[in-house]
């Protein structure tokens, strides 16, 4: 509601972003906000039409657990403070069919001819703040959650027990809706589960957990309270004295997850048996009521806001922030931040933290009104190019664009991070990446293999998980063969085509190519392009007859020193099989490719200087 009320926030309820383009400090935005069929500044909420809407459904708010009615007020606290209608559900907006809203309505403030408005805004930046979702228990029936009523998840109990919800805060159980005397939680209900539900802790549910049954035992005093967990994790400010009080209060809590539910065919009740793993005893408990506290899981939206803003995705499916540790709040995008569970289950206070890191971080961009970008950017030589339009499809950022077919492209500077993605896909030499050009890693792989080349494993790694890996073996003291020679590149995507057969033409027996893991390449998605280009070289070497497993290929984290470890020993044993023959029949091979393509280049350069000249004739 202040949000609403404050001068200088424009809201936008019941709407839709179609579509965002542009960068940091220009990004423009395309919003749908759907039509209300209800003049949102007229209506005075005073139900009058909602209880002669003749149309019930459940209502989405209440988990169904209520109904409401086709024109309805989606819930009590919602801003504006307006009825809509919801068209799926009304039986026409043509007055014979139904209309009786439109008749009571005194202040004539429905209106069936609305349509959505489009609205376009021009923002500097933007915050993500679009929450999660939570896991459906249906999927995985294991407590029997669709068969037995008195199993209900930790969000339909918090609507059973809200004053501003069905009961209006009296908690009743639903098969006969008496007040129960005993309820048992089930914690960690698809979440730390490879099999049933996430494999990540929820963060949130042990919590919320706590907080019911102190509920409950401020409420309803003798009522019998269980958990039934794997462990709890009281993690923040106060927690563990919470966690303390639920259990001075009488809570039990019983180590161990249930392995069976039954329902007892006339009382109703719950029989739970599980394994007491403190106590090591099968134990029995019949309860009135059951309450999965279930996960959370990212909004199934993700995918289409990840695309709208151009972001990344962990492995989890929340949305990847720019730096784990030291960059929470930035998304990889520019100008654009996240807040609150689109980012990672969290609970209150730290979405509060997040999103007042993200306002300021937002605040401070819009006050300085100009942006440092990074020094590593691309650019394009628009003599050089051919307008073909690749290197716009490569770029990760939509950092490049084509105002038109057969232009040249250009680099909106302010948005490039510096990935080099573009270049390998440049056939006409037109792009450079400043501080990382093909002339200057030609040079560090001529002087790498300079020298005994049959003895070298030409490494290309990219800076931010592969060479911090490598990094970290060394610290850590784990050996790796010696004569590993390593280029960094600021991702793996960077790396041409052309500098793999130039260091296969140098003499080099193996190529390892590295990269961080999918979906940790610091550049969004860049990693892909590398795949795909390795894939085509394989391919290639095969054709020329070369061995396709002198190129590796490996994924490697910060983290996993052990692992850069082990890649490279396995790379030495390939390279111990190469020899000096092998070698000198790639070069010959190579260098004989490479003068068919030169060859081929100027006879294409050839035939259109002719065809210039005629028509200049
Ligand atoms: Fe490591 Fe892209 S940053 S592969």
């Known amino acids: 509601m ?29 919003i749908r906000r759907k039509a209300r069929y209800v003049d949102e500044k007229e209506c005075t909420v005073c139900e009058e039409c909602a209880k002669v809407c003749p149309v019930v459904v459940p209502d989405e708010h209440q ?5 409401r009615k086709a024109i309805y007020l989606p819930f009590a606290q919602s801003v504006p403070s307006s009825f809509l209608i919801d068209m799926d559900s009304c039986l026409g907006t043509n007055p014979i ?60 109990f918090e609507i059973l027990t809200g004053p501003g919800y069905v009961t209006g805060g009296e908690l009743i159980r639903p098969t006969d809706k008496k007040p129960p005397k005993s309820i048992g939680f ?49 993690f923040g400010k106060q927690y563990e004295e919470l966690y303390k009080r639920s259990r001075v209060a009488g809570v039990k809590y019983i180590r161990g997850l249930p392995g069976g539910i039954i329902e007892d065919p006339e009382t109703k009740n719950l029989i739970v048996h599980v394994e007491n793993t403190i106590t090591g005893k099968v134990e029995k408990h019949e309860l009135d009521m059951l309450v999965l506290s279930v996960g959370v899981i990212p909004r199934k939206e993700t995918e289409q806001i990840q695309k709208l803003l151009t972001l990344s995705k962990s492995p989890d499916g929340f949305l990847m ?26 609970d209150i206070k730290s979405s509060v933290i997040q999103a007042s890191g993200a306002a300021a971080r937002a605040g401070r961009l819009l006050a300085m009104g100009k942006v440092k970008i990074e020094a590593i950017t691309s650019s394009i030589d628009p003599e050089k190019c051919n307008s073909c339009g690749l290197c716009v499809k490569a770029c990760p950022y939509g950092a490049i664009r084509q105002e038109k077919k057969k232009v040249p492209p250009f680099v909106i500077e302010a948005a490039c991070k510096g990935c080099g993605t573009c270049g390998p896909q440049c056939k006409f030499e037109s792009i450079t990446l400043k501080h990382f050009e093909d002339h200057q890693i030609i040079s560090m792989i ?8 049959e003895e070298k494993i030409c490494t290309f790694a990219c800076n931010w998980c592969s060479y911090a890996g490598a990094d970290l073996a060394g610290l850590s003291r784990l050996q790796y063969p010696p004569n590993a020679r390593i280029i960094r590149t600021m991702c793996s995507g960077r790396v041409d085509e ?120």
């Open 63 to 67: 988990v169904g657990l209520a109904s």
């Open 321 to 346: 922030e720019s730096h784990y540790q030291l960059n929470p709040i930035d998304s990889p995008t520019q100008g654009v931040f996240l807040a609150g569970c689109c980012e990672s289950p969290k």
């Open 446 to 453: 001529d002087s790498m293999l300079d020298e005994k080349p």
């Open 97 to 156: 069919a139904c209309g009786k809203c439109k008749e009571v309505c005194d202040k004539k403030c429905i209106d069936f001819d609305q349509k959505d408005e489009l609205i376009n805004l021009d923002v500097g930046v933007t915050i993500v703040a679009t929450g999660m979702d939570v896991f459906d228990p249906t999927e995985y029936d294991e407590y029997k959650y669709s068969k037995y009523e008195n199993v209900l998840t930790s969000w339909e």
């Open 498 to 617: 052309e500098f793999i057969w130039h260091a296969f033409r140098k003499g080099a027996p193996v190529v390892l190519l590295s990269g961080c893991h999918f979906a940790d390449c610091h550049y969004i998605d860049a990693n892909r392009w590398t795949q795909k280009r390795v894939e085509k070289i394989w391919d290639k070497m095969d054709d020329f007859g070369l061995r396709p497993e002198r190129l590796q290929l490996e994924w490697c984290s910060a983290a996993e020193a052990a692992r850069w470890q082990k890649i490279m020993v396995a790379v030495e044993e390939i390279r111990k099989t190469v020899q000096k023959g092998e070698i000198k029949d790639t070069i010959r091979i190579l260098t004989a490719e490479e003068e068919k393509q030169k060859e081929k280049k100027r006879r294409k350069k050839q035939k259109v200087a002719n065809q210039e000249s005629v028509t200049a004739g």
């Open 186 to 234: 089930i914690q960690c209900v698809g979440s730390r589960s490879e099999k049933r539900g996430q494999p990540y802790c929820s963060n949130i549910c042990c919590m919320n957990t706590v907080k019911d049954t102190l509920f409950l035992k401020d409420h309803h005093p003798d009522m019998e309270c269980l958990v039934f967990y794997m462990d709890i994790r009281a």
């Open 2 to 30: 202040d949000v609403g009320l404050h001068p200088k926030i424009k809201l936008f309820a019941y709407s839709e972003v179609e579509e965002v383009t542009g960068y940091i400090g220009n990004f423009h935005v395309k």
